[in-house]
């Protein structure tokens, strides 16, 4: 018997699906097998999560996509973003040529003419107004080794600090609270945890739409541990809330009193780890040292009548909250740009490690105090890399002298080129940008004229300055301002490393070559180092694997020690979790206890954890007062604005219809509104709205819906055609520089 | 023509009547629900949008949902005859 090719492709992917289940399909007689196809070990490109994929090429094409079941981060199981893989590497907006503005139009150019030009402008510019006239700005989406050869280049031979990432955007404020916190950034567990914790915490995060992946952990650990209790704190009910117990839907901005609220009843009704608080943890009020009964005695004020009134909750919700953490043996918190995306981020990250130190509930199976990512390499190659303005490669700071020697002498340069005085910050830097005080910016692998916050006060400057973009498409928002756009090849067509969310490095393999003239983007930067006289200490970057090479000595003895992960090993693993310090390592579930191999035992005297990073070995629980939004909302701009980064369609249709029809249901650019506020405001579903902020207004649909609690709206914010961050404010933590996109004022009217 | 299959995961007390209303969408085949809560489900669409539009609003709209995971995605255009084993045509 026969089948259709369709049909035969159609039975080769149900069967893909059935063993990533452990499951038989029972086919009948169908001829089984699978077409020709080279598979290639990779992970997915869009989120933190690093689920291994395995991509599929026929005749140098990437053909076919599929979850790697030998992950152990996502067991053969994608996410809807994953259809994407294979379709972008082809898609009809590559990038194929180098792009040279002239006239005012972008048009082809040869390579040499476009280096040449990149060069003579950054030589030019450096030459007459200094180091610090350039920047460079990349990503959490680039490989580490091309963050470490760009790093390289600017801080050790151009000798400016001017060097940040987009993950300064998002998950800044998770760096400082790690550090403040625990002395060291990263989280203490892994996903491991998910398998044994009886409470999960999740809060800023919208897990079922952002990380689906971790969400389908969380939906088994309670389908097999049916006493699994989930708690979540969010303004929005979002699909996560299928799965949740209890949902807090606190006012945006005010979630501080209520963290400082839970501590409190932990502590009085006992649920505290005394033994553990009185080894390993101390107290401060974000200037000095304080006593215990000192944070007793600041925690007062947070009662749950207090946290509930400024949050709009019920004090109940709150108390309950707080006895379900504590009742339970084992517990995760989780949470994302909620937290993260606010100018008192750190703070609030402060606060979610807080009631882990106080219980203990950190260091073991199935606790944790974890932060999600959003970008498949923020935290190998910009975190751990040091791709931002303050930070050198392994974890180091350009202020420490000792640290810019170290690096100074695996870069092979002088130590005086490094400067020791950290670059400008992401909205500092586009704040120079926009002033004229630099001049020419390289931007790799991401889109601020898309991201950035308050957008209509960087553009201009972005449009002024000499702008240098490496991308693999175009347009975007930012290559249509730039003066050069360089063709970068993209996922499967480059080999590199990325690091995920749970401290695990894993090897994507080269599947196909670039597409046209597509360069990988170490290539483009090593060709601007030889134009600009450097190129000497780039030689014997060969490869990317030569990259990685010397990249992991700066990691040797550090906190996030990868000398045990070569490509050589990394080829045939499914990654590893620092610390790794040499090839026999498996690597590393728990920090800072006895399965870490840095745990220095004879300091730690017994101590179940010890915080080696930190003087005495112990976290910092924090007495961080409980400041509200930057921009809160008042009579002139009542309602609190949020943005969002998932793409949600919607529609109103039965699951009758076929795909395409429901497809033809995606909606266009919407704002959200509350039912409540709808009616009082006299808008229906469909309408038009003007919704307007104190930095511009937007023209939207209005989907009235019970997702944002009355008082709020919420638009999502990809569409290049409404660029919702023209409304949002750029007003930044002190501490991370990170933005407050999630909270300002604004009004909405009928257009 | 994209050809994707996908994991269903449906809560499990619902999960027969879950795989009725995917059944009844046009441009999916399902092969049975699996491990008490795993429905398997293969799509055919024009267009890979189409497909991620399909995940999301499943996700969004029925209540019993609780995730779409793809596992393996290919498109009917990118082999040639050759390409296949034998007794496909």
């Known amino acids: 018997m026969s089948v259709t090719r369709r049909e035969f492709l159609k039975l080769t992917a149900a069967s893909a ?19 020709a196809i080279d598979w290639h070990k990779s992970v997915c490109r869009f989120c933190g999560t690093g689920c291994g994929v395995m991509l599929g090429t026929r005749n140098g094409k990437a053909v076919a996509v599929k979850g790697d079941r030998k992950s152990t981060v996502n067991r053969g199981l994608l996410c809807v973003k994953g259809f994407y893989l294979h379709k972008i590497v082809h898609a009809k907006n590559r990038l194929l040529q180098p792009l040279v503005r002239k006239n005012g139009t972008l048009q082809p150019a040869s390579w040499d003419e476009a280096m040449s030009l990149v060069a003579e402008k950054f030589s030019a510019i450096i030459k007459e107004h200094g180091p610090d006239a350039v920047a460079f700005y990349g990503s959490g989406q680039g490989t580490t080794e091309e963050t470490y050869i760009a790093n390289k280049l600017f801080k050790g031979h151009l000798s400016t600090n001017n060097f940040e990432g987009n993950p300064r955007l998002c998950m800044a404020s998770a760096v400082g609270g790690y550090l403040t916190s625990f002395g060291a950034d990263e989280p203490v567990g892994t996903y491991d945890d998910i398998e044994h914790a009886e409470l999960f915490l999740l809060i800023g995060s919208n897990t079922a739409e952002a990380h689906p992946v971790l969400f389908d952990r969380l939906v088994a650990r309670k389908k097999n541990h049916p006493s699994t209790k989930i708690i979540t704190i969010d303004p929005r009910k979002t699909p996560t809330n299928k799965i949740v117990d209890l949902h807090l839907q606190v006012i945006p901005g005010y979630d501080l009193a209520v963290m400082h609220a839970i501590a409190r009843i932990l502590i009085k009704e006992g649920y505290t780890d005394e033994k553990f608080i009185s080894e390993s943890v101390t107290f401060s009020d974000g200037k000095k040292k304080i006593s215990y009964e000192g944070y007793k005695r600041f925690l007062e004020k947070f009662t749950p009548e207090y946290a509930a009134e400024k949050a709009g909750i019920d004090p109940q919700d709150i108390v309950k909250a707080a006895r379900m953490f504590g009742e339970a043996k084992t517990a995760m918190s989780m949470w994302t740009m909620g937290v993260n995306q606010r100018t008192r981020g750190v703070w609030l990250n402060n606060l ?6 106080l219980t203990g509930k950190l260091g073991k199976p199935g606790c944790d105090s974890f932060s999600l990512t959003g970008q498949p390499n923020a935290c190998g190659g910009v975190r751990e890399g040091g791709g931002l303005c303050h930070l050198l490669p392994g974890h180091r700071k350009v202020a420490v002298k000792q640290h810019r020697e170290e690096i100074a002498a695996i870069w092979n340069v002088p130590a005086s080129n490094i400067k020791p005085k950290p670059g400008k910050h992401t909205m500092a830097m586009f704040s120079a940008i926009a002033a004229g005080e630099i001049k020419a910016a390289y931007i790799m692998c991401t889109n601020p004229a898309h991201s950035l916050p308050n957008l209509n006060k960087y553009l201009q400057g972005l449009k002024d300055c000499f702008l240098v973009v490496a991308d693999s498409f175009h347009p975007t928002e930012t290559t249509k301002l730039a003066d050069v756009v360089l063709p970068a090849a993209f996922w499967g067509e480059k080999e590199g490393v990325y690091g995920c969310t749970e401290r ?23 060709d601007l180092a030889r134009r600009l006289g450097h190129g000497k200490n780039f030689e014997h970057f060969k490869t990317p694997e030569d990259v990685w090479t010397e990249y992991i000595t700066t990691t040797k003895g550090r906190d996030m020690d990868l000398t045990g992960a070569p490509y050589s090993r990394l080829r045939k693993v499914r990654g590893l979790r620092w610390p790794v310090p040499d090839e026999k390592h498996p690597g590393t579930w728990h920090r800072f206890t006895e399965e870490d191999p840095l745990f220095p035992k004879e300091k730690a005297k017994g101590r179940r954890m010890y915080f080696y990073n930190k003087p005495d070995g112990r976290a910092v629980v924090f007495a961080r007062p409980d400041k509200g939004p930057e921009e809160p909302v008042d ?29 033809r249901a995606v909606p266009q650019p919407y704002v959200e509104i509350n039912p409540e506020d709808a009616k009082e405001l006299g808008f229906a579903d469909k309408d038009t709205a003007i919704v307007e902020t104190r930095r511009g207004e937007l023209k939207l649909m209005v989907r009235v819906i019970d997702r944002p609690r009355k008082g709020t709206i919420f638009i999502p914010w990809h569409w290049p055609e409404k660029l919702a961050n023209l409304l949002t404010t750029d007003a930044i933590d002190p501490g991370s520089k990170e933005p407050e996109y999630k909270i300002c004022a604004a009004r909405i009217r009928k257009a | 023509m994209y050809i994707a299959s996908m994991l269903i995961k449906v809560r499990p007390e619902a999960a027969r009547a879950a795989e009725k209303r995917i059944q009844a969408i046009a441009g999916i085949t399902t092969y049975g629900v699996h491990k008490g809560d795993t429905i398997i489900a293969v799509a055919e669409a024009e267009e890979v949008r189409d497909l991620e539009a399909f995940g999301k609003n499943l996700m969004l709209s029925d209540e019993d949902v609780l995730g779409v995971y793809p596992t393996y995605l290919t498109a009917e255009e990118a082999f040639s005859e050759q390409d296949f084993p034998a007794g496909v045509k």
């Open chain 1, 17 to 35: 699906a059935a063993s990533a289940i452990g499951s038989e399909l029972m086919v009948g007689s169908a001829v089984m097998g699978s077409p």
């Open chain 1, 352 to 357: 979610m490690h807080n009631i882990h130190l």
């Open chain 1, 504 to 526: 695990r490095s894993q090897h994507m393999a080269q599947a196909i070559q670039p597409q046209g003239q597509a360069r990988w983007d170490g290539e483009i930067l090593m």
């Open chain 1, 635 to 663: 009579a002139e701009y009542p309602l609190v604005l949020s943005t969002g980064r998932v793409l949600e369609h919607w529609h109103t249709m039965t699951m009758t219809g076929s795909v395409k029809q429901l497809v």
